[in-house]
């Protein structure tokens, strides 16, 4: 089953960053932008984790 992140979840997940730093990542594409499930943004997990391993693995 698919698990989706709230923004404080994901924020929680990327070690506490700031909205700001988050918002400026989503802009650049360095986060992927969240999914609209009736009002909110919702991530989901597996695919927000798929992204982080790619951009640690470009970084290697």
């Known amino acids: 089953m698919q698990r ?15 909205r700001s730093a988050c918002y400026l990542d989503f802009e650049s594409g360095r986060l992927p932008r969240g999914i609209k499930l009736g ?19 470009e970084a290697a």
């Open 4 to 18: 989706y992140l709230t923004f404080t979840e994901l924020r929680a997940k990327l070690g506490n960053r700031s």
């Open 39 to 57: 009002g909110r943004l919702y991530w989901p997990e597996a695919e927000l984790d798929a992204h982080l391993q790619s951009l640690r693995e």
